[in-house]
């Protein structure tokens, strides 16, 4: 459980929320059961708008400013997903594609 909330991020649908630690550890919660469905630590580092959830993807990505770039990783598992050389990431408006374009 982490001890101290900084970042509250809602998913694509609304669904879930990902809570967010000052670094690293976050968990994923199911806003209508009010349970916890998955805790890990990520490359998530504390500063700007750095976690995005997809309910259509079950994929929570993370970034850091200084080391590791962007990670998916699997909502609900924590398997994780290094993406290398990402220039643009967006997903459309339902959350079900992404577009990653690498140099």
């Known amino acids: 459980m982490i001890d101290t909330v ?19 550890d976050v968990e994923v919660w199911d806003v209508a059961g009010g349970s916890s469905l998955a805790s890990f630590r ?4 504390f500063g700007g708008s750095r976690l995005a959830l997809s309910d259509e993807l ?5 970034g850091a400013y200084h ?5 998916g990783y699997a909502a609900d598992t924590a398997v994780r997903s ?8 967006s997903l ?3 959350g079900t594609s992404q577009a990653l374009v690498a140099q």
């Open 42 to 45: 990520t490359c998530f580092d």
């Open 6 to 24: 900084r970042h509250v991020v809602p998913s694509s649908r609304s669904t879930r929320v990902v809570l967010g630690a000052f670094e690293n």
């Open 92 to 94: 459309n408006g339902d």
């Open 58 to 62: 079950n994929v929570l990505i993370a």
């Open 67 to 71: 080391r590791y770039g962007l990670v």
């Open 82 to 89: 290094d993406l290398k050389k990402v220039q643009r990431l």
